[in-house]
């Protein structure tokens, strides 16, 4: 069964701190693999994309990586922000088809003053 | 920047009603997909749509389900004799176009309310 399982689940940091978001899937065949901030009431919001051949990519003070070996990935946020509270998706897409795309259930981080 | 926009905001209906959601994708964007979200659940895919029909439809799609792209700039939801369950956010999302292929941009939802 083609899950994707994300952890922790939630996550309570202090701002200027950093963290690290994990996934783990099991989606075959592999096509690419997206992190998602999506804002409480708001929809997903696109912060990497990396196809099998990439193992790191960043975007500001987000870095994703892939270890396609290992079916893992790994979204680490830097120098935390208030701004930066919301829940983080991991969405696999399987095969070809751009449509068949995976979610996990996300992990929810808040950020502290 | 271009963005994807929904109406309305939140929706409230009855059970047994129909509800229409709008979107409007990115303008020239090709791909257009409806996502759904029961409140502190997953993000789970509905249908997608490319040149003026369906490309893929998850198992939720059902019968009670259609979409449509009337006028070339609205892409539709619509949801027949709803059900207590249908109550969730419905995503839009577009793709294509100038940018990468595999990006999709999403909008803010729409809420719906079946009471």
């Known amino acids: 069964k083609n899950q994707v399982e994300q952890s922790p689940q939630s996550l309570i940091i202090l701002e200027g701190k950093n963290c690290t978001l994990q996934?783990?899937?099991?989606?075959?065949?592999?096509?690419?693999l997206r992190w998602y901030k999506q804002d409480t009431g708001r929809g997903p919001v696109s912060l990497t994309i990396?196809?099998?051949?990439?193992n790191t990519k960043s975007n500001g003070r987000y870095t994703a990586t892939l270890d396609a070996d290992t079916k893992q990935s790994s979204l680490h946020i830097t120098a935390s922000q208030l701004s930066d509270s919301a829940s983080y998706i991991c969405?696999?897409?399987?095969?070809?088809?751009?449509?068949?795309?995976?979610f996990g259930a996300g992990t929810r981080l808040t950020v502290k003053p | 920047e271009p963005e994807v926009t929904q109406t309305p905001s939140h929706q409230v209906t009855q059970m047994g009603q129909e509800v229409i959601l709008r979107c409007v994708p990115i303008?020239?964007?090709?791909?257009f997909y409806w996502y759904r979200q029961i409140l502190g659940q997953k993000v789970e895919f509905l249908v997608s749509?490319?040149?003026?029909?369906?490309?893929?439809k998850s198992e939720i799609f059902d019968d009670q389900f259609s979409v449509e792209r009337p006028d070339g700039s609205n892409f539709t939801l619509k949801i027949r004799s709803t059900k207590l369950e249908d109550s969730a956010m419905y995503f839009c999302?577009?793709?294509?176009?100038?940018?990468?292929?595999?990006?999709?941009?999403f909008g803010p939802g729409t809420r719906l309310t079946v009471t």
């Open positions: 999302a577009s793709s294509g176009g100038d940018r990468s292929y595999y990006e999709q941009y």
């Open positions: 996934c783990n899937y099991t989606v075959s065949p592999f096509s690419n």
């Open positions: 990396m196809t099998f051949s990439e």
């Open positions: 969405v696999v897409s399987a095969g070809s088809n751009n449509n068949d795309m995976r």
């Open positions: 303008s020239n964007h090709l791909y």
């Open positions: 749509f490319y040149n003026n029909e369906i490309s893929e």
